[in-house]
């Protein structure tokens, strides 16, 4: 909001932590909520699980960041070495570059010794549903962000879905319940968002800048 005063609900509303600023604030309610219940809510991941994220858009980054948070090894992908070396500062373990490694479910498979990871932050809906679920490990869960499988024409293998025990939830934000759940967190770690940027509002009055 762009406002000096605004009355709403206090159901509305939930406390920013206390070492954020408004521009950090600002990153929250979408991206990061939807990663949080991403790794927090079908299925929770906890100290010593392996996450697989997706490229390095909002909610990757975000999933990225609240994995090791929770104490978790994230491999992360991505197609460039430069966003590669980016993903790593933030704390990846490891970064398949699926450019020049296709096929990185069996990367991924490798790099856990055969194993599979116990959840995919999945973002990439009808290309990469089938290899994340290929990637995951016996248990292992898939959020998918944004899409379904019902709806993605992915002319999936139902096999892919049964015998290992593996699960699949659809992530659409989250609760206020969450939220704060996430601030919390965010708070105890002192967490800090990844901002590329900022830009500062031009307010006009009478069509003059002020």
């Given at each position: 909001?762009?406002?000096?005063?605004?009355?709403?609900?206090?159901?509305?509303?939930?406390?920013?932590?206390?070492?954020?600023?408004f521009e950090e604030a600002a990153t929250l309610p979408c991206a990061a909520v939807?990663?949080?219940?991403?790794l927090?809510?079908?299925?929770?991941?906890?100290?010593?699980?392996?996450?697989?994220?997706?490229?390095?858009?909002?909610?990757?980054?975000?999933?990225?960041?609240l994995s090791r948070l929770l104490g978790a090894r994230v491999?992360?992908?991505?197609?460039?070495a430069k966003k590669?070396?980016?993903l790593k500062a933030l704390g990846a373990a490891e970064v398949i570059n699926y450019s020049q490694t296709p096929d990185w479910d069996e990367k991924t498979r490798e790099l856990t010794d055969g194993r599979g990871v116990d959840?995919?932050?999945e973002i990439g809906g009808p290309?990469?549903?089938?290899?994340?679920?290929?990637?995951?490990?016996?248990?292992?869960?898939?959020?998918?962000?944004?899409?379904?499988?019902?709806?993605?024409?992915?002319?999936?293998?139902?096999?892919?879905?049964?015998?290992?025990?593996?699960?699949?939830g659809s992530i659409s934000v989250g609760s206020r319940a969450d939220f704060e759940a996430m601030n919390r967190a965010m708070a105890l770690h002192r967490l800090r968002p990844v901002i590329d940027r900022t830009f500062r509002f031009l307010i006009t009055h009478d069509s003059q800048p002020i």
């Open positions: 909001m762009l406002a000096e005063y605004a009355v709403l609900s206090e159901e509305a509303l939930v406390r920013v932590p206390g070492h954020f600023s939807t990663a949080w219940v991403a927090t809510g079908h299925r929770k991941v906890t100290a010593g699980d392996t996450v697989l994220t997706q490229g390095s858009g909002g909610v990757s980054v975000f999933a990225l960041q491999i992360a992908t991505t197609s460039t590669a070396e980016r959840c995919v932050v290309g990469t549903i089938a290899m994340s679920l290929k990637a995951l490990a016996v248990g292992g869960h898939v959020s998918l962000i944004g899409a379904s499988l019902s709806s993605s024409g992915t002319g999936l293998d139902p096999l892919l879905l049964t015998g290992r025990g593996i699960t699949v």
